[in-house]
């Protein structure tokens, strides 16, 4: 269905139709799941590309790409089509038992399009799993269950993946349930509001920390076994590490004889300007995450290894020790093989990258000169508009963001406050989006501040 590619608003948002859904959700759905107030939610009813049309026919601009999936356009026709032919064919198989073709191409595509020598992968269905993956083959291959992470951190919130992730409010509730095996160390952010050292200095006073925590635990029970980084962190508001910290991380890896991962769930697929972020700084590590952009739509994620770590599981010996029932799902496959096909045919990765700097360049010119932006920061169609309170550099602007959001919304514009305290405006449209989308974005961003402007002026 073709939709118009700028918003159209007809009715109040939320409109009638989405405000007695929202009520009917409420009886039907545990509370904790999806927020609901009198500006909260619109439900979607279908897209195209860029755009999204509720259930009270207005149509809004996404600049999420609903959490970073639908890298190359929701409801891409070619990706579409190739799941149709797939589901008119086999809609399911046994994965671990007796699999699909498909699960071979894709691996094999997988093999092909991911940097260094990562060369055989373990399917999964969430980018949480693919985490969880992870952990698990760097504890089979080192025997030590410890993890470093860092501030900022979201790998995810299965049980697994919660081990990795930073954020307290998500690990407070079920503290009890995890083992002391986490080391959460600072994040060294290149671009933070109100840098009191070099980035040398905090690339040098972190990779130090680390080495130093892989050293103390070496003499416990709990030895450092891997290390886990989002090259660029994604919820954790579009933070790019200094440059060298990657580099730095790899040589602690090697030095200790600990395994690298990289949660690329996020950042893969082209999101910031390369296939994959760590290819920025053509930092290898020994298992890549990988997810939501790798089919578009349909959920199936990957761990992908080297093979002298995925080795180190052995050979099936009947029963796998580790899968799931949709492991290799043949949608998920057929999907996936037609999303690397359309990226590459389309150059998106490139797309994302020179578009992606235009959309910096005019936010950075057109919104700076507001008092309560802090850092506008981005690579490729990953960016991050922070927001922080005049006169108080390091107390996030919370209300401000989710106010922006909201009123945002009601304009066309469907986007999301990030990082631990929300204060974050995290723009990650599809790739496809167009300078014309662009432009109208920051236009009615520039509308809503300079609202909000007078509002704390009067």
């Given at each position: 269905?073709?939709?118009?590619?700028?918003?159209?608003?007809?009715?109040?948002?939320?409109?009638?139709?989405?405000?007695?859904?929202?009520?009917?959700?409420?009886?039907?759905?545990?509370?904790?799941?999806?927020?609901?107030?009198?500006?909260?939610?619109?439900?979607?009813?279908?897209?195209?590309?860029?755009?999204?049309?509720?259930?009270?026919?207005?149509?809004?601009?996404?600049?999420?790409?609903?959490?970073?999936?639908?890298?190359?356009?929701?409801?891409?026709?070619?990706?579409?089509?190739?799941?149709?032919?797939?589901?008119?064919?086999?809609?399911?198989?046994?994965?671990?038992?007796?699999?699909?073709?498909?699960?071979?191409?894709?691996?094999?595509?997988?093999?092909?399009?991911?940097?260094?020598?990562?060369?055989?992968?373990?399917?999964?269905?969430?980018?949480?799993?693919?985490?969880?993956?992870a952990l698990k083959t760097a504890f089979m291959a080192t025997g030590k269950p410890g993890i470093i992470s860092f501030e900022g951190a979201y790998h995810g919130l299965t049980l697994g993946a919660l081990n990795a992730t930073a954020w307290e409010m998500f690990r407070k509730p079920f503290a009890p349930l995890l083992p002391s095996i986490h080391h959460i160390l600072p994040f060294p952010d290149c671009s933070p509001v109100g840098r009191q050292l070099t980035e040398d200095q905090q690339c040098e006073r972190i990779l130090a920390n680390t080495r130093q925590t892989v050293k103390k635990q070496a003499k416990t029970s709990q030895p450092i076994g891997s290390i886990m980084i989002e090259p660029v962190q994604g919820r954790g508001g579009?933070?790019?590490?200094?440059?060298?910290?990657?580099?730095?991380?790899?040589?602690?890896?090697?030095?200790?004889?600990?395994?690298?991962?990289?949660?690329?769930?996020?950042?893969?697929?082209?999101?910031?300007?390369?296939?994959?972020?760590?290819?920025?700084?053509?930092?290898?590590?020994?298992?890549?995450?990988?997810?939501?952009?790798?089919?578009?739509?349909?959920?199936?994620?990957?761990?992908?290894?080297?093979?002298?770590?995925?080795?180190?599981?052995?050979?099936?010996?009947?029963?796998?020790?580790?899968?799931?029932?949709?492991?290799?799902?043949?949608?998920?496959?057929?999907?996936?093989?037609?999303?690397?096909?359309?990226?590459?045919?389309?150059?998106?990765?490139?797309?994302?990258?020179?578009?992606?700097?235009?959309?910096?360049?005019?936010?950075?010119?057109?919104?700076?000169?507001?008092?309560?932006?802090?850092?506008?920061?981005?690579?490729?169609?990953?960016?991050?508009?922070?927001?922080?309170?005049?006169?108080?550099?390091?107390?996030?602007?919370?209300?401000?963001?989710?106010?922006?959001?909201?009123?945002?919304?009601?304009?066309?514009?469907?986007?999301?406050?990030?990082?631990?305290?929300?204060?974050?405006?995290?723009?990650?449209?599809?790739?496809?989006?167009?300078?014309?989308?662009?432009?109208?974005?920051?236009?009615?961003?520039?509308?809503?501040?300079?609202?909000?402007?007078?509002?704390?002026?009067?």
């Amino acid at each position: 269905m073709k939709l118009p590619s700028l918003p159209v608003i007809k009715t109040l948002i939320p409109g009638p139709h989405s405000k007695k859904m929202a009520s009917d959700l409420r009886r039907y759905e545990c509370p904790q799941i999806t927020y609901i107030d009198k500006d909260f939610p619109v439900f979607w009813e279908s897209a195209d590309l860029c755009s999204i049309q509720d259930v009270d026919g207005n149509i809004y601009l996404d600049l999420t790409a609903a959490f970073g999936v639908a890298n190359c356009g929701h409801n891409n026709p070619v990706i579409n089509r190739a799941a149709k032919k797939q589901m008119d064919k086999l809609t399911h198989g046994m994965g671990d038992v007796h699999p699909t073709p498909l699960k071979i191409d894709l691996a094999r595509e997988l093999a092909r399009i991911t940097p260094g020598n990562l060369s055989l992968s373990i399917f999964s269905s969430s980018g949480s799993e693919a985490v969880d993956t992870a952990l698990k083959t760097a504890f089979m291959a080192t025997g030590k269950p410890g993890i470093i992470s860092f501030e900022g951190a979201y790998h995810g919130l299965t049980l697994g993946a919660l081990n990795a992730t930073a954020w307290e409010m998500f690990r407070k509730p079920f503290a009890p349930l995890l083992p002391s095996i986490h080391h959460i160390l600072p994040f060294p952010d290149c671009s933070p509001v109100g840098r009191q050292l070099t980035e040398d200095q905090q690339c040098e006073r972190i990779l130090a920390n680390t080495r130093q925590t892989v050293k103390k635990q070496a003499k416990t029970s709990q030895p450092i076994g891997s290390i886990m980084i989002e090259p660029v962190q994604g919820r954790g508001g579009s933070r790019i590490p200094v440059k060298g910290f990657l580099k730095g991380l790899r040589d602690i890896a090697d030095e200790y004889e600990l395994l690298l991962i990289f949660d690329e769930v996020y950042t893969g697929f082209g999101r910031t300007g390369n296939w994959f972020a760590c290819e920025e700084e053509k930092v290898i590590p020994d298992l890549l995450c990988i997810g939501k952009g790798m089919s578009n739509g349909f959920p199936i994620s990957a761990c992908i290894g080297k093979r002298k770590v995925m080795d180190q599981w052995g050979p099936s010996q009947g029963e796998a020790i580790h899968t799931s029932t949709f492991l290799g799902h043949p949608v998920g496959c057929a999907m996936g093989l037609a999303t690397i096909k359309e990226m590459e045919k389309k150059n998106i990765p490139t797309q994302s990258r020179e578009n992606g700097s235009y959309f910096l360049n005019l936010l950075n010119s057109t919104l700076r000169k507001y008092d309560f932006v802090g850092n506008i920061r981005g690579r490729g169609m990953m960016i991050g508009l922070e927001l922080i309170n005049p006169g108080s550099l390091n107390v996030p602007a919370t209300e401000t963001a989710i106010q922006i959001v909201k009123k945002s919304l009601k304009k066309g514009l469907i986007l999301l406050a990030s990082g631990e305290y929300s204060n974050i405006l995290c723009l990650t449209p599809p790739l496809v989006i167009t300078r014309k989308q662009i432009d109208f974005s920051v236009t009615v961003l520039n509308e809503i501040f300079t609202e909000i402007s007078k509002g704390r002026t009067q």
